[in-house]
C-alpha cells in the first residue's frame, strides 16, 4: 500500500482547492474493514465510526450510483473482463465519472 504517497497527493490537491469526492460504497468498506482486523489493530465501531465521520463524511461530497447505473455496469462487466475484487474498482470508478471528479486516488493504487 502506499499511504504516505496518496496522502501527500491528496493534501497537494486540497491546498489548491480541489474537492474530495468518495464513493459511498467505500465508506461502508472502510467500516467494514476497520471493525474486522485482527486484534490488535481493530477498532471498536464506535471509533471507526468516528475516524470515518471526520476525516470522510464532513465537507466531503459522496456518490453514490443509482440501481440503474449498476445494473448497466454488472451487465458491462464480463464483456470488459470485470471479475472479482475489480468490481468495486469498477463502482469506484463509475462514482468518479458520475461526479466529474477527475483522476482518482486509491490507497492502494496511489493516483489511478
Given at each position: 500500500m502506499q499511504h504516505k504517497p496518496v496522502a501527500a497527493e491528496l493534501e497537494r490537491r486540497l491546498a489548491r482547492g480541489g474537492a474530495?469526492?468518495?464513493a459511498a460504497v467505500t465508506l461502508a468498506e472502510s467500516y467494514a474493514?476497520?471493525?474486522?482486523?485482527?486484534p490488535p489493530d481493530?477498532?471498536?465501531?464506535?471509533?471507526?465510526?468516528?475516524l470515518i465521520?471526520?476525516?470522510?463524511?464532513?465537507?466531503?461530497?459522496?456518490?453514490?450510483?443509482?440501481?440503474?447505473a449498476y445494473h448497466a455496469l454488472l451487465r458491462q462487466?464480463?464483456?470488459?473482463?470485470?471479475?472479482?475484487?475489480?468490481?468495486?474498482?469498477?463502482?469506484?470508478?463509475?462514482?468518479?465519472?458520475?461526479a466529474q471528479a477527475g483522476r482518482p486516488l486509491d490507497l492502494e493504487w496511489g493516483a489511478l
Open positions: 474530495m469526492v468518495i474493514v476497520l471493525t474486522r482486523l485482527p481493530r477498532i471498536a465501531p464506535t471509533d471507526a465510526l468516528a465521520a471526520a476525516n470522510f463524511m464532513n465537507g466531503v461530497q459522496t456518490v453514490a450510483l443509482a440501481p440503474d462487466a464480463p464483456s470488459k473482463g470485470i471479475a472479482g475484487g475489480r468490481s468495486y474498482d469498477a463502482v469506484i470508478a463509475a462514482c468518479v465519472s458520475q
